[in-house]
């Protein structure tokens, strides 16, 4: 399964954008996909979570992104979604997706930069 992310772009603080992680493959109706973020000239960081299984779904946030970042999936489609709202300077960055308990190969990511 490949997975390759998009929706990124130039925004101004305050604005918002939708970033979608669409799967070659299926990604499973029980699974742990989550969005990563690599700022410049630091390390990937994972910033949401959304684990599926038989009792239901749950999310799960950084503290950086709680309250204006909203993670959801859609199994028929293959894709993870990430709404980002009240953008920041510091959330530019490059933005990845993965399945966090099998590892996929690292997709190309997409670029999101928030002016100030």
């Known amino acids: 399964v490949q997975l390759q992310a998009y929706g990124g772009g130039l925004v101004q603080a305050g604005g918002f954008l939708r970033l979608s992680c669409a799967a070659s493959?299926?990604?499973?109706?029980?699974?742990?996909m989550a969005w990563f973020h690599q700022a410049p000239g630091n390390e990937r960081k994972r910033v949401a979570t959304?684990?599926?299984?038989?009792?239901?779904?749950?999310?799960n946030y950084a503290d950086s992104v709680k309250g204006r970042f909203t993670i959801s999936r859609d199994n028929a489609k293959n894709t993870v979604y990430l709404q980002m709202d009240s953008l920041k300077s510091e959330d530019t960055g490059v933005y990845y997706c993965?399945?966090?308990?099998?590892?996929?190969?690292w997709g190309q990511g997409t670029l999101v930069t928030v002016s100030s």
């Open positions: 493959g299926s990604i499973g109706a029980y699974s742990a």
């Open positions: 993965n399945d966090i308990v099998l590892g996929l190969p």
């Open positions: 959304i684990i599926s299984g038989p009792s239901g779904t749950t999310t």
